[in-house]
Each structure stands twice: as C-alpha cells, then as structure tokens.
C-alpha cells in the first residue's frame, strides 16, 4: 500500500512539472526575440515576407524582424552580399550572376512564381504594335535582372538579337519617366511599374508577354555562413514565411490590404496584377532549370568571365526547408 501511495505521488509530482502547450507558448513569447535585418522588395514577389510581418508570424516564431526595404531584388541581394541583411528576397538572375562571381551564397526557398510578370510595355505612337517591331529602337532594361533576360528571350522568340535594338540601361524607378518622356520607345520590366507604365500610357500603350518563354522565380537567399552558422534562425524565418503562404491561399483579399498598407500601392493595381503570382514556399526544378538556362544566355553573351557551368545544387539549400516543410522539395538531387 505504502508502495502504491509513492507511486501515485511520483506521477502526480511529475504531472505538475510538464507545461502545458499553452504555458511553453507563453515562455517563448516571454524569452527575447532574436533580431534579424531581412532585405526585401516593394514588389508583390515579396508579398508572403510583409504577411508574415504583418500578422506577426516573424515574432511567433522568436524572430525580430528589421526590415531594409529596396525596390528591386537585385539591390536587396547585394545587401546580404555586404552583411547589411542576414536574409534577402531576390529573383534567380541576381542569384545566378552573384554565383558566377564566386559569391557562396545559398537559396533556402522560392516564395514565388510566375511566366506572366515580366513584360514589354512599348508605346504605339513609336511604331510598335508586334515585338518584330521592337528593331531599332530604344529598349530600357535593368542589367542583371529578369528585365535583361527577358528582354533577349522575347528578342530571340521574335528573330531579333541585342544588337538590332538600342538598349538603354535604367533602374525599375526611371522607367515610367524615360518612356512618357519619350528617351525611351518601351521598356522591359516587371510589375508593378510595368503595369502602371501601361495605365500611364492608355492607348498609345500595349504590352508583350510571353509565358512560354520564361517562369521568374522569386527567392529567399542569405550568405552560406550565415545558414550554416544559424540552422535555428533559418527554420524559423521558413515557418513563418509558410505561415503566410497558408493565410495568403485562404485570405487573399486581406493579404491585398496588407500588401497596398506596407508597400503604399494603390489596392486595385495590386488586384489588378494579383493572379499573375504563385505564392509557395518550395524548392522546385523550374528555379534549377532557370539558373542554368541564364548561365548558357550569360555566357553566350559574354556578360561572364566564366566559362563552365556551375554546380547549381551545391548553391540550393534543402535542409531548411525539408525539416519545416519536407514536401515542399521537389527537386531532383
């Protein structure tokens, strides 16, 4: 009996010492959060990052987010690149010329994914109605961006080269002032300039697209160290992000409200460009079909001093990812 009486007192002893869910909750919100600076983009390529930061997703997961707000991928990698940013969401052109540089950095997702978010938006009045028309005039693009390649894979599906253009270099934000001020005849870019370039110009306006010809990717990218150095870090940032991806699929409407409060873009243009983008936090083959596909345009066009292609797998981190999310790899390794 007396034996029976120790036992039920051990247990109940234990019992009181197990937290419940809700108490462990309480003790990792009470624990200070871990400050990270995350480079991220205006763009709705960026949209699952400002719902995480807007439902608070981030600080579920014990991460202090610090925003470093740019207006295109590119300019946000190169963040991460001068250790101002720990994380950055970037396109898979940036990444691929920052690897043929030697940069060691990893992509650890894709948030994003899309064959009908770039475009040529070209003005009628200079002569352009088809992109065979784009011959001899004066293009603005972003170097090593998206708005490079797919200028020259529309150039190409239309039997045109580079050098039957006129490319004039400019940054996202010069692009409506160069094209209504006529320095430019069309421009390749992405939204939401390309579709307020477009209202801008009304019905001197048209834009080319082509699905078949490119999917952009866009992705979550930090310096290999850094991943290596906090696995924790990494996995919690994921979580958060695939938090948002599940609110964004059953909320798109709040996910919209969200996106024109933290971006100040107006609700109906982010409406108007919304089904365009595919929200998921994966690592899939089309971001490793890409890569290697811009690597062969690169080279081609001399826009690399390298020669060989590069091991693309060893640039793609899996482990983050497939420990949070393991069926969002779909990948070939």
Known sequence: MRNTFFILALVAALAGC???PSQNAEQRGAAP???ITVAYTYQ????LVHVAAAKGYFAEEG????PLMHTYGKAALQAVLENKADFATVAETPVMFSILRGDKIFVIANIEASAMNNGIVARKDAGISTPGDLKGKRIGFTPGTTSDFFLDSLLTASGLIRKEIQPVALKPEEMQDAILARKVDAVSTWNY???QINRQLG??????YDREIYTETFNIAALQDFVHKNPETTKRFLRALIKAENFVA???AEAQTIMSTATKTDIDLIR??????NYHAVLDQTLLITLEDETRWAMKNKLTDQTDMPDYLGYIHFDSLKAVKPEAIRMNR
């Open 44 to 47: 709705p390529q960026s949209t």
């Open 18 to 20: 197990q937290k419940s």
């Open 63 to 66: 991460l202090d987010v610090q």
């Open 193 to 195: 300039p390309l579709t």
């Open 272 to 277: 108007e460009v919304w089904n365009a983008f």
């Open 203 to 208: 019905s001197t306006g048209t834009i080319f």
């Open 250 to 252: 059953k909320h798109a």
């Open 33 to 35: 959060l871990q400050k």
